[in-house]
Antibody, heavy 120, light 107 residues
Framework: QITLKESGPTLVKATQTLTLTCTFS??????????VGWIRQPPGKALEWLAL???????RYRASLRNRLTITKDSSKNQVGLIMTNMDPDDSGTYYC????????????WGQGALVTVSS | SYELTQPRSVSVSPGQTVTIPCSGD??????VSWYQQKTGQTPVLVIY???RRASGIPERFSGSTSGNTATLIISGAQPMDEADYYC??????????FGGGTEVTVL
């Protein structure tokens, strides 16, 4: 059974740095062309892809947020992290981590999501 | 930046067929996935690689692509299909891009 779970603060202040961790089970980065990514969703708005770490240490980022994002990968712990700097109230929303079995296969398993509120 | 366009909402009567379009430049040459998100729930993968149904998804869901448009088709819509549906495209140049979502109402 594949599971993913996000953890991290529920409240951060504007200008601070957000650090989230995704801990997963039921697969590993040795499974194949696996990637684990982060997607966020502001309240009442659409999904927005942020970043993804591939099995081979390649990393991809949303171009418009590239200078604020870092995705980390710890294969030994089955964890992927997201670091987002200079948080703003507009960054509030639910942050999901999700697995992509292969790039063109979509995100087939999702975590429950972590609600993050940025206070001004 | 690359954008995918979806209608904000569509409605369908129970048992009828509804189509949800998703348009983007050269979309036919990218991999398209579709997700269903019910209110307060996590997104669920419905279609991947344009036309392939994800595990556990009913046969009434199907996908197609032609030119710059991908389409999610729900044949014989059920009340349980009420949800927001998001298209998502991938290729090596754009990475992952989601559309704005379409609210489907079954009434």
């Amino acid at each position: 059974q594949i599971t993913l779970k996000e953890s991290g603060p529920t409240l951060v202040k504007a200008t601070q740095t957000l650090t989230l961790t995704c801990t997963f089970s039921g697969f590993s980065f040795n499974t194949g062309e696996v990637g684990v990514g982060w997607i966020r969703q502001p309240p009442g708005k659409a999904l927005e892809w942020l970043a993804l770490a591939y099995w081979d240490d390649d990393r991809r980022y949303r171009a418009s947020l590239r200078n604020r994002l870092t995705i980390t990968k710890d294969s030994s712990k089955n964890q992927v992290g997201l670091i987002m700097t200079n948080m703003d109230p507009d960054d509030s929303g639910t942050y999901y981590c999700a697995r992509a079995y292969s790039s063109g296969w979509g995100f087939d398993h999702w975590g429950q999501g972590a609600l993050v509120t940025v206070s001004s | 930046s690359y954008e995918l366009t979806q209608p904000r909402s569509v409605s369908v009567s129970p048992g009828q067929t509804v189509t949800i379009p998703c348009s983007g430049d050269d979309l036919g040459h990218k991999y398209v996935s579709w997700y269903q998100q019910k209110t307060g729930q996590t997104p669920v993968l419905v279609i991947y690689q344009d036309t392939r149904r994800a595990s556990g998804i009913p046969e009434r869901f199907s996908g197609s692509t032609s030119g710059n448009t991908a389409t999610l088709i729900i044949s014989g819509a059920q009340p349980m299909d009420e949800a927001d549906y998001y298209c998502q495209a991938w290729d090596s140049s754009i990475a992952w891009v989601f559309g704005g979502g379409t609210e489907v109402t079954v009434l």
